[in-house]
């Protein structure tokens, strides 16, 4: 399989859907338009891609997975509007463009992101083109909370902020960016899977580990990306965290040593998918490619 083709199919994909899904949401109109640039102003879309990803490894049609990858994405857009607030780590560009509170107003990207959050649950809770059953509807819904509330990602944010350098250590950036960043990403791969109608026990503990290790090694190469690439690259500025002082892995164990960490997270990756066979290709590229990407 050749991921770049999966990559662009399935974000094609998701993006469709996304555009479809917020013209229907449009009865404010400038919050509209805020929630839609927030959403629709490119990016990897790595979220939804795993989701499809995930749904194909336990054998399901992709598209079993479209309102899973819709989900994951609208929260993702949202988290990123609330990083980028003054209040948070005050940042004038994303994905190459001003960030929405730059573009509209600081109020109406708060509004946005609130939006797009509540969209989310809305589309897990009622929307038909999920077809499963109640119990595991619920579980979906129940995963995607605790992923992104304070026991995942906003507990991350919570802790990047109070992050200092002198009570930094590999466990504490390990917990840190396994809530901020990794949490978002196995919640990804579970929904996925989920969106089939139900799967085996081992086979979401073995997900979840994929997952688990990817999203860990998707914030190691961040770390990397921060030193080795350049703004136009990256879409945001480069060298940030460097100039803030953050923790960061090439910091902790030097570049070579966040490389080989990476290459490490890499491999126990691809150990979680060995029973899964072709079915989980793109899984295993994913996870390859988020390794070797440089942006």
């Known amino acids: 399989m050749q991921i770049q083709e999966f990559l662009t199919t399935r974000k094609s994909q998701v993006e469709k859907l996304l555009a479809e899904l917020l013209n229907s949401q449009n009865s404010a109109p400038i919050l509209h338009d805020a929630m839609t640039y ?39 857009a949202y988290s990123l509007i609330h990083d980028d607030l003054p209040a ?58 605790k992923a992104i509330g304070a026991t995942g990602m906003v507990a991350g944010q919570s802790l990047d902020l109070q992050a200092s350098s002198s009570d930094s250590n590999l466990e504490s950036l390990a917990t840190l960016h396994s809530l901020k960043t990794g949490a978002l990403i196995t919640a990804s791969v579970q929904l996925g899977a989920l969106s089939a109608g139900g799967i085996e026990q081992a086979q979401f503990e073995l997900l979840t580990r994929y997952a688990k290790a990817i999203g860990h090694a998707f914030q190691v190469q961040d770390d990397i990306l921060d030193i080795e690439s350049d703004t136009a690259t990256l879409g945001k500025q480069q060298g940030k965290d460097r100039e803030l002082g953050k923790v960061t892995y090439p910091v902790l164990l030097g570049l070579d040593g966040a490389r080989q960490k990476a290459q490490d997270l890499y491999e126990e990756a691809n150990d979680a998918l060995k029973t899964f066979g072709e079915n989980a290709e793109a899984l295993r590229e994913i996870a390859l490619y988020i390794v070797q990407r440089k942006h």
């Open 88 to 145: 948070m780590d005050d940042d004038a560009l994303r994905r190459g463009v001003a960030t929405c509170h730059i573009k509209f107003d600081e109020a109406m990207a708060i509004l946005a992101g609130d939006a797009l959050q509540s969209y989310a649950f809305e589309l897990l809770a009622g929307s038909s083109r999920l077809k499963v059953s109640q119990e595991i509807r619920l579980q979906m819904l129940t995963i995607l909370a």
């Open 38 to 76: 927030a959403v629709m102003n490119g990016g990897k879309r790595l979220r939804p891609v795993l989701a499809y990803a995930s749904a194909k490894a336990v054998g399901a049609d992709e598209s079993q997975a479209d309102i899973a990858a819709c989900a994951v994405e609208l929260i993702h």
